[in-house]
């Protein structure tokens, strides 16, 4: 009969605790490896085929290797901006062929123009998809900028000829890392963070969570075909302190010029890992509980919980779990 105490869960009530598992689990390495960081996560789910949270994609895994190329192999294969350019401020009586006239000279894959659910109209903005980035280099000559944006003058029709807004994303603002010190736990400093906009730069990611105390890295997360931002990043702090602030926070309200928007903050969960607890292969969660704020497998944090005579069933945290919906995320603030 179960008593509570199976699936090994024996063996962290006589000292397999979170800290021997910092230091000697799987995972143990990470933290003594100063270099583990996000670059390391997806070197890691690239070498083990363990697709995390978010698939770590080729390009991705690639750009984070980046570094161990030589600088004239870099120059050439490092893409520097996305093949998807935002195009914002279109006139209301625009119409699909007058963007595509306006394309003319550039060689484009398609416009992706979204239109409003409620009444079918068209957005204010699209997307551009160019063949290559020498393209959306060529696009992007001759722009001009006003405070820190970049418009284009565009004709919509004989007479009419307006200023375009438009936003390439370059993917040095992927990036962002610290200048010095090294995360102290890596494994219990990653973050995942959701509804990230997708102008958003690793930087001012980076400055935003740095009222939770010190972070050593944030890394937006690139669509494979495009390099266009999904909308979702990693970010590594320097404190297992400043992380559990940030678990504890859940929300971040992140303002830039140009947005804000109130941004999901969750710990990193990969699709299956090691259980501190238990130190068995599992797919893991994570109490939100400000009591809690641990890693665990399903078993142990029923267990846990159980014995501990805590209910806090409603603070699990899983891969996909949402605190908002969508709509109350994108709300003004
Ligand atoms: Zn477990
Ligand atoms: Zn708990």
Not at 26 to 45: E, H, M, T, V, W
Not at 50 to 77: H, P, Q
Not at 283 to 288: A, I, Q, Y
Request: glycine share 8%; proline share 4%; net charge neutral.
């Amino acid at each position: 009969m179960d008593d509570g105490f199976s699936h090994g869960f024996r063996r962290f009530l006589s000292g397999f605790d979170q800290d021997f598992f910092n230091n000697n689990g799987i995972f143990g390495f990470l933290k003594k490896d100063p270099l583990f960081s996000c670059k390391a996560l997806g070197n890691l789910s690239k070498a083990s085929s363990v697709s995390s949270i978010v698939s770590i994609d080729s390009y991705a895994a690639g750009y984070w290797d980046s570094g161990f190329e030589s600088t004239s192999e870099k120059s050439l294969t490092t893409p520097v901006v996305s093949r998807r350019v935002f195009l914002g401020g279109l006139p209301k009586d625009c119409a699909l062929h007058n963007i595509h006239s306006n394309l003319r000279g550039y060689n484009f894959t398609h416009v992706d123009w979204p239109s409003r659910k409620s009444n079918n109209r068209m957005m204010g903005y699209c997307f551009v998809e160019f063949v290559d980035e020498q393209e959306v280099l060529k696009f992007v000559e001759g722009a001009s900028e006003i405070g820190g944006r970049w418009f284009k003058s565009m004709r919509f029709s004989r007479r009419k000829e307006m200023e375009i807004e438009i936003r390439p994303f370059f993917l040095t603002n992927a990036e962002w890392e610290a200048d010095d010190g090294y995360p102290e736990d890596s494994f219990n400093s990653t973050i995942f963070l959701g509804g990230v906009p997708r102008d958003a730069t690793a930087k001012q990611l980076a400055d935003a969570l740095s009222v939770y105390g010190p972070v050593f890295q944030v890394s937006i997360q690139l669509e494979t075909r495009t390099h266009y931002p999904k909308g979702v990043a990693i970010a590594v702090f320097k404190k297992k302190e400043c992380f559990k602030r940030a678990m504890s926070a859940k929300l971040l309200l992140f303002g830039a010029p140009g947005f804000r928007r109130r941004i999901e903050m969750k710990p990193f969960i990969d699709k299956s890992g090691v259980c501190p607890m238990c130190l068995e292969f599992s797919s893991m969660v994570f109490c939100g509980h400000i009591d809690c704020l641990n890693y665990s497998c399903n078993e142990c944090y029923r267990i846990y919980h159980e014995i501990t005579q805590n209910d806090h069933s409603n603070d699990c945290i899983g891969r996909g779990t949402f605190y908002t919906s969508f709509s109350d995320r994108s709300r003004r603030f």
